[in-house]
């Protein structure tokens, strides 16, 4: 039989394309990706670039504009659980197959999992509590105010001091600690793996030229992966050519604060998210700091909207889930 005689045949029987004109129509549906791509996808919100790598990672609302662009749709198969609620550890794996709408077709499938050891579900960052009123908003008081410790009523708190050496302060553990509550987030952990299918079935479309293939907190999976570069913050969109605010989406990984006195020596706390290995925000706003903290405990993704100052610095309007 001739080369030209060769065939692809569907799934299920359908309708047969002939090798001949295959590279015109591969170069149609490359042109057609790159469309959807530049077109459809919005930058920051739908895909976004991990520092380190060449190309972006896909979020999950840019999965499903292109499967909707496309008239595809997702089905979910689980492969693969662990619910060991002893120990505890949670394992999920999943396979998503894209599907045709109408002729139920499968167009391509994907393999996705996540589990209760991965870091950001593993740990949380554990800061002092107020012993009196339970908040978080614990810092260290000055020398020249007579040193000690502080609930500090910018974080919330309750303004009550308590001196050097108090175990009820000193004594608590804080930084990176073991997730107590990882019970409360296995929902959370179930469906990142179907997130992460999703996205993966939809880089096999033939968008993987367009998008790298990692996990959600910037690490490579394949071993040997260049390691990221040094942390940068992610610069905003000028006003002149955004299309509406500016919003950043991820997972918020990590929480710093960095105070100081002002001239007019009241103190102020500076709280500094990160996500995507990169500093997303910083603000001044309590709020803003607990609801990313609700966020980073819970493993949900967020999405950040901001509006942009003339001098560059990024003030929040919302949080939300994304």
């Known amino acids: 039989m001739e080369t030209t005689d060769l065939a692809i ?31 459809v996808l919005i930058k920051d919100q739908d895909y976004g670039v991990i520092p380190g790598t060449k190309k972006p990672i896909l979020f999950k609302s840019g999965a499903e504009k292109i499967n909707d662009s496309l008239n595809l749709y997702p089905t979910f198969e ?29 167009i391509a499938t994907g393999i996705g999992s996540c589990n209760s050891m991965e870091e950001k579900y593993r ?53 990176k600690v073991l997730n107590e509550e990882i019970f409360s987030i296995v929902n959370t952990i179930d469906k990142m793996a179907q997130v992460r299918a999703l996205k993966g079935a939809t880089r096999n479309l033939g968008f993987s030229d367009h998008f790298e293939d990692m996990d959600d907190d910037g690490t490579a999976p394949e071993a040997g992966a260049k390691p990221a570069a040094a942390k940068t ?54 709020k803003i700091h607990e609801a990313a903290q609700a ?7 967020v999405k950040i909207t901001y509006t942009v100052t003339q001098q560059g610095g990024k003030n929040v309007v919302e949080l939300s889930a994304a």
């Open 295 to 301: 966020f980073k405990e819970s493993g949900e993704e």
């Open 9 to 39: 045949v569907h799934e299920g029987g359908g309708a047969m394309e002939s090798w001949e004109g295959a590279a015109a129509r591969g170069v149609a549906r490359r042109q057609n990706r790159e469309g959807i791509v530049k077109q």
């Open 123 to 175: 740990y949380r960052n554990s800061e002092r509590i107020c012993p009196k009123c339970g908040k978080p908003a614990i810092i260290k008081g000055k020398e020249e105010y007579g040193g000690g410790w502080l609930c500090w009523p910018n974080k919330g708190g309750c303004r009550t001091k308590f001196d050097d050496g108090d175990a009820s302060i000193e004594g608590q553990q804080i930084g």
């Open 78 to 106: 689980r492969v693969q659980v662990v619910e060991d609620w002893d120990r505890p550890l949670f394992h999920y794996a999943y396979r998503c197959t894209l599907r045709h709408r109408g002729t139920e077709i499968p």
């Open 233 to 286: 913050v992610d610069q905003p969109k000028r006003k002149d050519d955004a299309t509406g605010p500016p919003i950043w989406t991820g997972f918020i990984t990590d929480i710093t604060t960095k105070t100081g006195l002002k001239k007019n020596q009241q103190p102020w706390t500076l709280f500094e998210l990160h996500g995507n290995d990169q500093t997303v925000i910083c603000t001044f706003d309590t």
